[in-house]
Every structure is written in structure tokens, then in C-alpha cells.
């Protein structure tokens, strides 16, 4: 068994789409846009297989949770996979030039991955490992 996607709500589908495709080599189809309930979306794939999908509706309510700091219940972040230690090195300092906030890391974490932690565009809390 496979998990086929993971969805996200965003506010901004196309600056969330440019994001994972700009910083981590996404591949999108073409938006999906269903006229009648207002609803948009596009499926982003990833070299490994994975696909995330990234959604928007006008009436869909933002999250009141401090996104940054607050841990909840439910899905709390994604983490994507590279092939070395200099690989997560390098992706962190590309995403600090490109203004985005590194929280923790790169760190070796007591379990043994090499990562460091981040937000998109939308805080949604991102991992980027080795490991």
C-alpha cells in the first residue's frame, strides 16, 4: 500500500505551486477548476512518485492555530527526502536567500536524520532530510 497524495487548503494556489516547483523541483499538471463550486486545484509530483495536491475555494475557513509554533492533533508537517548531508546544507542556504525562514537545523536529530525545519509560503511546516 501507497499513500497516493497529501492534500493542502492555500489561499494562493499559484504562488504555493511556484514554490514547490521552484524549491523542489515539483512537476504540476494542469489546474483543475470546477467553475461551478469555485473549487481549483493542481497535483504536484515528485521525482520519488509522491504527489502533493494543492487546493482552493473561496469558502474554505483559515485556521486560527498559531501556524508557526502550535503543535496540534492531525498532520503536523511534510518532510521531504534528500540524498546527503551536503544536499540539505545546500537547500537550506537556497531557501534562506530566497527569504524563507530556516526554524531549527540543519541539526542531527537524536533518531538520526539530518534536517532542518521550515514554513511554505503558507506555513505549512516543512522537513528537509537526510537519513
Known amino acids: 500500500m501507497i499513500i497516493e497524495h497529501v492534500a493542502i487548503w492555500t489561499k494562493d494556489l499559484e504562488a504555493l505551486r511556484k514554490y514547490y516547483m521552484t524549491h ?3 512537476k504540476s499538471n494542469e489546474k483543475y477548476h470546477n ?3 469555485g473549487f ?3 497535483f504536484l509530483s515528485f521525482e520519488s512518485g509522491a504527489r502533493l495536491e494543492i487546493m482552493q475555494k473561496e469558502d474554505i475557513p483559515e485556521s486560527k492555530d498559531d501556524r508557526k509554533f502550535a503543535q496540534h492533533l492531525g498532520l503536523i508537517h511534510l518532510a521531504f527526502g534528500l540524498g546527503s548531508k551536503e ?3 545546500l537547500k537550506a542556504v537556497s531557501l534562506q536567500k530566497a527569504g524563507y525562514e530556516i526554524l531549527r537545523g540543519p541539526r542531527t ?3 538520526g536524520y539530518y534536517e532542518f525545519e521550515t514554513l ?4 505549512n511546516r516543512l ?3 537526510f537519513g
Open 40 to 42: 481549483q486545484s493542481y
Open 109 to 111: 536529530t537524536g533518531d
Open 35 to 37: 467553475p461551478k463550486t
Open 127 to 129: 522537513e528537509v532530510t
Open 24 to 26: 523542489f523541483d515539483a
Open 120 to 123: 511554505d509560503p503558507d506555513g
Open 87 to 89: 544536499a540539505v546544507d
